[in-house]
């Protein structure tokens, strides 16, 4: 799964390169208020008590949405949009910890009572997100208004629904479907292949208000946090 | 500049957000999990629980206590002592706890009254190589402390007396004692004396060490009142373990050698193999 999103980014880069060589020289028109639409799709980590990215490895998961906005002028457009996402979590290293069925956290198990150690446990994961964010290329401050590229800073508040199946050696395990208010951000570098056409890489972070979206006990570890990250590709109208 | 942003997306994507954590690079922790040797003790009610090492105990109330706790203890290696439902309400003394660092103390247990018929007891060791930075669990099997002893004459006439009294019961247990067999639970060498047990079954101290034998003394007193003794050679009692004695009133004679069947891993039957003449305990 690694090498393959590996190999997706860097197929897309080279298409980039490509695309940037090849539209070198072509002037495009100035940035006109303008709605746009566009699809999102990539990868997608989830870090509460349990993580994605543990010490021992790198647990994939995969985003995918659309989106549209508005852009007012070249540093500034508002934008909506929803994704769907599904990601693993699993436990760090210092968390060695034994849950029992009633899922109370102890160091050991527990005389009599059924329960598994955290490292036999895995958090899955499936969200959607909607999204308002604004985005603001913070680039276009600094180059020619000819230039191509963009590096956007896009503040996010979201709706964020989160459902976990928690998965032991022995039996799944349901939680309730659970509401967040999100707060976070998305960071991206774009390009501008042609009058109408941009793509861009993106990394998106959402912090979770209310209860933890991994339903592990709580303890110690205090994030809530979605991350994602992907392809962007945007068309004007 | 690239090995600073590897780090720092490390940190923020593994990182631990701790307000306590017990799992640091520079301490060193052990939790013990309680099992049972013979799991038919399953669902036992369990209370004082505790766990002795390092010149340190620490008692709990029930499993789900003991097993949310740990030992904070250097690094290195721990025989750590576990002793379930030994209080004082039910007659048992304890001595050598908490002990020192140098070791497994020399832990003994007694009771107060050798006839108190105490509910069950447990203990177990465990052993733990504990490790900076590295939580270690620890199993500990408990064992059954008291020996169970029954005893069922059958066809006694109406009006009859039998008084019970049993010789070599230990006076106490090492409980970090090891057998031949490497086995943690030793009776002592003392006894308490002859024992006028009147109820079965009985929860007692095993048979002392450097004595082969069990020997149940049984006075008989018939409605006429007539008196004879018979006295029933038997295995040794051991840590832990039940034993049953079927006896038939008619069949009694001054002297019986008792062997041993088994009924199961942790129970013995015992069974009149018949007279000897000269015995010798």
Known sequence: MAKLFTGR?????????????????????????????????????????FRS?????????????????????RLLSVELGARYGAQSQYALDCCPYWMSEEEVRYMAPVLDEHGWYYKDLRAATQWGKLALQANIDLLSLLAKPSCRWSLTLSPQISA???????????????????????????????????????????????????ERFDNIPIHAHKSNLLWDAGLKLTFGL | MRKYAIALATLLLTGCYHEFHEITADRSSV?????????????????????????????????????????????????????????????????????????????????????ANPAQAWYGISHASVQKGKATVAEAKLQRLMCTLTVNIANVPAGTTIIHTLANVAKEVRL??????????????ETVGKLTVDTYPINLFPTVSGKGRSLLTLEIITAAGSELTVLCDAPRMEVGKSYILELDYTKLQPYMYITPYSISAWEDGWTVSGEILNSQE
């Open chain 2, 31 to 115: 939790a013990v999990a309680l099992q049972w040797e013979q799991p038919e003790d399953a669902g036992t009610f369990l209370h004082n629980i505790t766990f002795s090492a390092d010149g340190i105990t620490r008692s709990f109330d029930t499993p789900r206590e003991a097993s949310a706790e740990q030992l904070q203890l250097p690094d290195g290696e721990y025989d750590i002592l576990v002793t379930a439902n030994m209080t004082e309400a039910d007659s048992f003394i304890l001595s050598g706890l908490p002990g020192t660092k140098a070791g497994l103390p020399d832990v003994r247990v007694s009771l107060r009254n050798p006839l």
């Open chain 1, 53 to 73: 990215i543990t010490e021992q490895k790198v647990h994939w998961g995969l985003q995918g949405g659309l989106f549209g906005g508005y852009r007012f002028n």
């Open chain 2, 176 to 189: 970090t004692a090891q057998d031949d067999a490497g086995r943690y639970g030793v009776p002592g060498t």
């Open chain 1, 160 to 210: 964020v629904t989160t459902s976990t199946r928690l998965i032991t050696p022995d039996r799944e395990i349901p939680h309730e479907r659970q509401w967040h208010l999100g707060l976070g951000g998305e960071a991206g570098i774009g390009f501008q292949i042609s009058q109408s056409v941009g793509v861009a890489l993106y990394g998106s972070i959402t912090c979770l208000t209310g």
């Open chain 1, 9 to 49: 980014v860097l197929a897309t880069l080279l298409l980039l390169a490509a695309v940037a060589q090849g539209a070198r020289g072509q002037a495009l028109a100035p940035v006109e208020r303008s709605w746009y639409v566009g699809v999102q799709g990539g990868t997608s980590f989830g870090q509460g008590t």
